[in-house]
C-alpha cells in the first residue's frame, strides 16, 4: 500500500480516525507500536474496526504520541525509498 503511494511521491498522514485495522497493514513496525502502547489486541476482529484514538482511549494511550510514533516510521519509510530511487 505505501509502495504505491511512495512512487509518486506522496507522503501519507497519519490521523486519528484511521482504523487499526488500515494502519496495521501498512508496515510491520506499526503492530509493534501499538502493542507497546498497551494494545495487544490489536488482531482481535473487533478492534479491528476501532479508530486509533477509540483505541488510544480503550487502553489509556495517547492518542498524539502514537500518532507521532506511526508517522515517524512512516516518514522515514518514505525518505528511504526516495533516496534509494534517486540513486
Not at 501498512?26 to 507500536?33: G, L, R
Not at 516510521?73 to 528511504?80: C, H, Q, S
Request: proline share 2%; with cysteine.
Amino acid at each position: 500500500m505505501l509502495e504505491k503511494l511512495f512512487k509518486r511521491k506522496k507522503r501519507f498522514v497519519v490521523t486519528k480516525d484511521m482504523s487499526v485495522h488500515r494502519l496495521v497493514r501498512m508496515d510491520k513496525e506499526i503492530p509493534k507500536i501499538l502493542a507497546e502502547a498497551g494494545m495487544h489486541c490489536i488482531g482481535c476482529p473487533s478492534a479491528m474496526d476501532e479508530t486509533l484514538e477509540m483505541a488510544c482511549l480503550v487502553h489509556g494511550a495517547d492518542t498524539y504520541e502514537i500518532m507521532e510514533k506511526i508517522q515517524a516510521v512512516l516518514d522515514r519509510k518514505f525518505e528511504e525509498e526516495n533516496t534509494a530511487e534517486e540513486k
